[in-house]
């Protein structure tokens, strides 16, 4: 049957108050850290989730356990850093404060196989996965960096100006992705809260993206399908079966190590207290954070369209001249680290300072001259005001030419 829960939060409310009387008659037995988690959940309103996945349950059938309850539960195994959903599952039995706080009767609460059946009901696909089991292996594999703490080079197939192209023209429609019905549990329960709350400005949004590492496995588990092991073939490039063929094998420059698994790209709101996310996007770990980005923000533009963007702020991964070009076409003022490896040679301050009106002043104190341009690559070229082409320099500290990036500031101008 269709699960039924009247009286939506206040009945949760209701329920929480008389069960924490009636097992905890002493509120000084829980620390201020599980007083913490108690007020949040008690604000928490999941009734949403009452109304969305009402039509993903049968009318037959026995009476299920209630969405919310089921959604609020899953959120505290997190909260108190049960990872394990049979490890949950056997705590709500013989712990009476995770039962009540989920909104189940101690005693009376789901095993694991009912998590693992919510979970199911919030993915909107047939199919577990976004790629096939059966694919043909990379050929080209992500490489450890030469130096410590640097990131992977990427090996996407395609450029960043080729991806952006590619995600101007395309449309996206929430209703036609796999994780709809988690999108807007998150947008309604989440984000507009926090919009309705003054906590993000939607007319003035600074945002802020990078990836990080999701380890779904210690290894990538994978095996033939072919024969060509049999015939005495023992190396071949026959298509493989994966059991998780939307991960793959990226590095993690943080912990210097390869890893298995996804790469959660992350857009937040930094400009609002707390840098509160705004979307999240799974990728296979390989993927390069200058196209995850993209990946990303153009799903978050085409599922949020009211939000006005209006500053970028990412790091060197993500220094390519598409990104500039779009910031300049759509009104976008983007704070990008510089990334040396793109012929950043030298610090702007070992040479030059520039000036309020955005002219560079040599050691000497001279303002350099206007010399050219390049349109192409968005360069201005300034030269000494001292020097000439036939003749050279008079300065003692020459810096007969230069060439700046017109929209990239370096990180002291920021």
């Known amino acids: 049957m269709l699960p039924v829960y009247s009286g939506g939060h206040t009945a949760y409310q209701t329920f929480l108050l008389e069960n924490l009387r009636k097992y905890y008659p002493d509120p000084t037995v829980f620390s201020k850290s599980t007083w913490d988690i108690i007020e949040r959940f008690w ?7 009452d109304e969305l996945l009402r039509s993903k349950y049968s009318v037959f059938g026995p ?31 013989i712990n009476p404060l995770y039962a009540i706080l989920s909104g189940f009767r101690f005693g ?35 490489q450890k960096p030469k130096q410590k703490g640097e ?47 003054g906590l993000i400005d939607t007319s003035n949004l600074s945002i802020a993206g990078d990836g990080m590492p999701v380890v779904t496995s210690a290894r990538e588990r994978k095996h033939r399908i072919c024969k060509c092991s049999e015939n005495g073939i023992t190396s071949c490039d026959c298509d493989r079966y994966f059991s998780q063929p939307d991960c793959d094998v990226g590095y993690d420059s943080s912990r210097d190590c390869f890893y298995h698994g996804y790469d959660l790209y992350m857009l937040v709101a930094s400009n609002s207290e707390s840098d509160l996310p705004l979307f999240p996007l799974l990728n296979p770990a390989s993927k390069h954070d200058s196209h995850g980005f993209l990946e990303t923000y153009f799903r978050f533009r085409a599922f949020l369209p009211d939000f006005h ?27 990008i680290d510089l990334n040396e490896k793109r012929g950043i040679s030298m610090k702007y301050k070992d040479d030059f300072t520039i000036a309020k009106d955005g002219i560079p002043i040599c050691k000497a104190g001279r303002k350099m001259n206007h010399d050219g341009s390049e349109p192409s690559k968005a360069r201005l070229k300034f030269r000494c005001p001292l020097a000439s082409r ?15 990036w017109e929209n990239r500031p370096s990180c002291n101008e920021r």
């Not at 604000?43 to 989730?49: F, G, I, K, Q």
């Not at 009376?108 to 577990?128: A, I, K, M, Q």
């Not at 994780?179 to 926090?194: M, Q």
Request: hydrophobic content about 35%; aromatic content about 12%; proline content about 6%.
């Open 63 to 93: 009476k299920p356990r209630t969405p919310s309850c089921m959604q609020r539960s899953y959120l505290l195994s997190i909260d108190f850093k049960v990872h394990s959903l049979t490890d949950w599952a056997a705590q709500l039995k």
């Open 309 to 335: 963007i209006s500053k970028w702020l990412l790091d060197s991964a993500h220094d390519a001249m598409p990104y500039y070009q779009y910031c300049r076409e759509n009104g976008i003022q983007p704070f």
């Open 390 to 404: 036939k003749y050279g320099c008079s300065c003692s500290t020459p810096l007969l030419r230069l060439q700046i």
């Open 151 to 197: 990131k992977a080079e990427s090996i996407e197939k395609i450029t960043v100006e080729q991806l952006f192209k590619s995600m101007e023209s395309s449309s996206f429609s929430i209703d036609d992705q796999p994780y709809a019905s988690l999108f807007k549990i998150y947008n309604h329960e989440f984000l507009t809260v926090s919009i309705s709350k």
């Open 43 to 49: 604000n928490l309103d999941l009734s949403y989730t």
């Open 108 to 142: 009376d609460t789901p095993g694991v196989g009912t998590f693992y059946d919510f979970l199911n009901r919030l993915w909107d696909s047939d199919s577990d996965n976004l790629s096939p089991h059966i694919h043909p292996l990379k050929k080209k594999k992500v």
